[in-house]
């Protein structure tokens, strides 16, 4: 992505702005919820302080326990990615431009209560609450291959449904062409909204038919418990066929569009980041080769970078989305 220095506007929190009063208040607050029945939120939250330290571990929910998929393309027999990589190397740029910036910061995420409005072309536009779309589907594990347009990957064991079952219950209207999905921005809670490099709140699109298709996920959790906010707590997307920035995270609206949106990346550099952005090894990006890719979790000085594939290795399942489509112009 376009990583903006200091001069450029960010301004990261000193260290010692992380201090034990924070920790305590964050117990203090967990004893609250717990008392109010939203122990598993709390415990999220609370992994993400600890995640960088000891990787403590928000439980598991009932609700998230995960069944194996039978989407197809769903599930991968590659390694997972450890449980500490996915929760400490992050991209989350309302809580900084370093990786390590939304495991520290992001614990001032307020994640209940929270909803998410489904409005625009739809016949049924409502706002849905965490319950309500905890309880929409059958959540099931999805283990995807995760990759960043940076040049990294992970494999990450997601749980959650497709997003179709929630479009089918909100009945798109014909002229309902692309799904527009905004994530939050509140410089309350986000310390790095409102810097610079972009336009907030982060939007994210697709096409109807790829917000359609099976593999999209909706995603509540990963490794069986509830997101951590790092991760796009309480509800994020994850399109495991297209580079992870076109994955939104903390989701508080989804908008039914004939009109393709203006994505938050593509208005910051049009010329780097397209609105399709599948991932693709024969388009590179203007400042770096797309070819190949490194597995976070066997960086070291050695290891060999891993071929992309194309589609992110999803082609026989999404292929058919981008028949006779110039795939270099519609990048
Ligand atoms: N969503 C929001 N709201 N803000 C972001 O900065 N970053 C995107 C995407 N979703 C981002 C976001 C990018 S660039 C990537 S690569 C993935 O989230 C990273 O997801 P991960 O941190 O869970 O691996």
Redesign the pocket.
């Given at each position: 992505?376009l990583i903006k220095s200091h001069k450029d506007g960010f301004s990261h929190p000193a260290s010692n702005e992380i201090t034990p009063q924070r920790v305590y208040e964050g117990r203090r607050d967990l004893m609250k919820l717990m008392a109010t029945g939203v122990a598993g939120a709390a415990m999220a939250s609370m992994a993400v302080r600890d995640a960088r330290a000891q990787v403590a571990r928000p439980g598991k929910l009932a609700a998230l326990a995960g069944a194996k998929s039978n989407v197809p393309g769903a599930v991968t027999m590659e390694k997972l990615t450890a449980y500490k990589d996915i929760t400490s190397y992050?991209?989350?740029?309302?809580f900084g431009a370093d990786k390590g910036d939304p495991a520290e910061n992001a614990h001032t995420l307020k994640t209940t209560p929270w909803s998410v409005e489904v409005e625009g072309l739809v016949k049924k536009p409502a706002r849905y609450t965490l319950e309500d779309l905890l309880k929409l589907s059958t959540q099931e594990e999805r283990i995807y291959r995760?990759r960043?347009v940076e040049g990294w990957s992970?494999v990450i064991p997601w749980v959650g449904y497709s997003l179709s079952e929630l479009i089918k219950k909100v009945e798109p209207l014909g002229g309902a062409k692309y799904v527009e999905f905004v994530?939050l921005d509140d410089p309350k809670t986000m310390p790095f909204v409102g810097s610079r490099v972009l336009d907030w709140p982060?939007v994210e699109g697709l096409r109807m038919d790829e917000a359609l298709h099976p593999l999209a996920l909706l995603s509540f959790g990963l490794y069986g418990e509830v997101l951590p906010n790092q991760?796009?707590a309480p509800v994020r997307l994850v399109v495991p066929w297209k580079y992870?920035?076109k994955?939104?995270?903390?989701l508080v609206k989804i908008r039914f569009t004939d009109k393709q949106p203006a994505t938050a990346w593509n208005k910051a550099a049009p010329a780097e980041y397209g609105f399709y952005s599948n991932v693709n090894p024969d388009v590179d990006h203007p400042r770096w080769s797309q070819a190949t890719e490194r597995r976070i979790g066997e960086d070291g000085l050695f290891a060999k970078r891993r071929k992309t594939l194309m589609f992110n290795g999803y082609e026989p399942q999404v292929g058919q989305l981008y028949a006779g489509m110039d795939l270099k112009k519609y990048f």
């Open positions: 992505m992050n991209n989350f740029y309302e995760h960043c992970m994530t982060y991760d796009g992870g920035f994955s939104g995270k903390s």
